[in-house]
């Protein structure tokens, strides 16, 4: 479900308005997030970080309203609930686009993601056909290869809906915590750096409550 954001009375009109104009209306910013509790949990239970990690981001970015704002047409509308759109790798070395439906519950959230990676594993290509092709997804992906600083996404700019871009990277260890950088890339048309040190907010308070 989704309602429409009545731009006429919306205290962000100007801004909403100036940024579209731009060729590339897309900020981001790289955070070491405190994964520690999400690591521990998934090393004692001994479930998948990859999983774990994506729930309490996802449930972060549902808790954010901004995060859940997409372009569509001429509209701007507000959607109830986001699911990750999330890169799958193959042994192969390739990679598949993968659909994960969100839960509030992470049992049921993690079970499902399974069933699809799963399936995706044992297929080849990048997996469009098999997306939904909605806005009210945002878009993931994990390099946990590499402990970035930043990060610059591909980004086709007359049709992205203002989803936001999220990725993961190499967990690392700093003062006795387990490090994992996070990067934001959102449309500044929707949403400013409040709305990301919201979510970032709602990050860290998700993943202590394990």
């Known amino acids: 479900m989704k309602k429409r954001i009545d731009l006429n009375t919306w205290n962000r009109k100007e801004h909403y308005n100036f940024f579209r104009s731009f060729d590339d209306p897309f900020f981001g ?5 405190d994964f520690t ?3 521990n949990y998934s090393k004692d239970s001994k479930s998948s970080f990859f999983l774990h ?3 309490r981001i996802m449930r972060a970015a549902n808790a954010v309203e901004a995060f ?3 372009i569509e047409g001429e509209e701007l509308v507000c959607y109830d609930t986001i699911h990750p759109e999330s890169t799958v790798g193959r042994d192969d070395g390739t990679f598949s686009f993968s659909f994960f439906e969100y839960f509030p519950d992470m049992e049921e959230f993690t079970n499902n993601a399974l069933l699809v990676i799963e399936r995706v ?3 080849t290509g ?4 098999g997306l939904p092709g909605n806005n009210n997804v945002i878009h993931y992906s994990s390099v946990p290869w590499i402990r970035f600083t930043d990060m610059k996404h591909a980004v086709s700019f007359g049709n992205n809906g203002a989803i936001p871009k999220i990725s993961t990277g ?3 260890s700093k003062e006795q915590k387990l490090l994992l950088p996070v990067s934001i890339t959102v449309n500044h048309a929707v949403m400013d ?3 990301v040190a919201q979510f970032l907010d709602k990050l860290n308070e998700s993943i202590h409550s394990l």
């Open 53 to 55: 990690s994506l729930h």
């Open 121 to 123: 594993k044992n297929t």
């Open 126 to 129: 990048l997996g469009l056909q």
């Open 68 to 70: 859940r704002y997409r």
């Open 170 to 172: 190499k967990l690392f």
């Open 37 to 39: 509790p999400v690591y």
């Open 193 to 195: 750096g409040l709305h």
């Open 29 to 33: 910013m790289t955070v070491d997030v």
